[in-house]
């Protein structure tokens, strides 16, 4: 990277760009273009129990979330779980009224 002299440099260091449209001029987004979720990024923290990691284009997020509402995926993991904790199982017996 090169930088003026006088000016310190930095690298890694995110740009944010703001756009000003004149007076009675629309951006894009208002002109009909759709804002897709392929070019947009999640930022936040990491999140652990979907796997959305800070930066993941939102189109992966959506991804990991419909991965783990998988409802075949969910019932597996439902009555494994249920099969090995019997505090668990206790619980929801408790609940169906029924075991």
Same mark, same amino acid.
């Given at each position: @990277?090169?930088?003026?002299? =006088? @000016? ?7 740009? #944010? ?12 987004? $208002?002109? =009909?273009?759709?804002?897709?979720? *392929?070019? &947009?990024?999640? /930022? =936040?923290? #990491?999140?652990? #129990?979907? =796997?959305?990691? #800070? ?6 997020? $959506? ?6 509402? *998988?409802? &075949?995926?969910? /019932?597996?993991? @439902? ?12 619980? $929801? ?7």
């Amino acid at each position: @990277m090169s930088c003026l002299p =006088g @000016m310190p440099c930095y690298d890694n260091v995110p740009i #944010n760009v703001y756009v000003t449209y004149p007076s009675g001029c629309l951006p894009p987004l $208002f002109l =009909g273009y759709p804002v897709t979720s *392929d070019y &947009t990024s999640y /930022v =936040g923290p #990491n999140l652990p #129990n979907t =796997g959305i990691l #800070n930066n993941d284009l939102l189109t992966a997020a $959506f991804q990991k979330i419909d991965n783990k509402l *998988d409802p &075949t995926d969910l /019932v597996t993991k @439902m009555i494994a779980e249920l099969t090995t904790n019997s505090a668990l199982r206790a619980l $929801f017996c408790n609940l169906v009224n029924n075991c």
